[in-house]
């Protein structure tokens, strides 16, 4: 398997553009997750989801952001407007299960680095 | 917000010497997990500790958890050049399906 795969992998945009990156999980795994990090605030959980079905978006930080799963395999995140603040890189992650029993292994893709000028 | 804090925030070590890592955090977990981060690159998993136990060994890894204290450490023993990376704990509390990440530590080791 390809791992995680995540498009683009760096992306340098004007503030006021919409940005979309894209991610396509690990074939058989029911969850995955959309984490962005900075260092001033680390690695943060935006939302994840389990068999395409949006659970927890709590973390997402405002309504410019959204995050669809279309279907087992593609999932998006896109930031309209975008803000020189959202500068970050943004991983996706997918798990096969989340139980007390289970390995409970998230693997992460390589990231896109976001710019936001 | 940040369930784990590691500590120290940096590390420097010479390779073939021991380095200890610790995460504290603040609620009850079900299992703790720690990850490598290379850089430039994605998180990668190392090994995960559930609450009932207190010691788990994968290669030179070794990990402990206190959840009286609820703290754990990573040690990587006979450090290599290779090992330079970031390292985080992430948390796992029961009834929620997400995993919330420590700050991390940078450890570097010099060869």
């Known amino acids: 398997d390809a791992g995680v795969i995540q498009s683009p992998r760096h992306e340098v945009t004007e503030m006021g553009q919409e940005v979309t990156l894209r991610c396509k999980p690990i074939?058989?795994?029911?969850?995955l997750f959309w984490y962005r990090q900075t260092m001033m605030r680390g690695l943060e959980l935006l939302i994840y989801?389990?068999?395409?079905?949006?659970?927890?978006d709590s973390g997402m930080p405002e309504d410019r952001f959204s995050a669809k799963m279309p279907n087992a395999s593609f999932s998006t995140l896109k930031i309209q407007p975008s803000e020189p603040r959202d500068s970050a890189v943004y991983f996706c992650a997918s798990s096969p299960t989340l139980s007390d029993v289970a390995s409970n292994e998230q693997f992460f893709g390589p990231g896109t680095r976001l710019t936001v000028l | 917000s940040q369930q784990g804090e590691e500590d120290p925030q940096a590390l420097s070590i010479q390779e073939g010497e021991n380095a200890t890592m610790n995460c504290s955090y603040k609620t009850s977990i079900n299992n703790l997990q720690w990850y490598r981060q290379n850089s430039g690159r994605g998180l990668v998993h190392l090994i995960l500790?559930?609450?009932?136990?207190r010691e788990k060994h994968s290669g030179r890894l070794r990990v402990t958890l206190d959840t009286s204290k609820k703290s754990s450490s990573l040690l990587i023993t006979a450090s290599r050049a290779a090992d330079t990376a970031s390292y985080f704990c992430?948390?796992?509390?029961?009834?929620?399906?997400?995993?919330?990440f420590g700050t991390g530590t940078r450890l570097k080791v010099l060869a």
């Open positions: 074939s058989g795994h029911d969850y």
């Open positions: 500790i559930r609450s009932n136990e």
């Open positions: 989801f389990n068999n395409n079905v949006p659970i927890d």
């Open positions: 992430a948390t796992h509390t029961s009834g929620t399906y997400k995993y919330i």
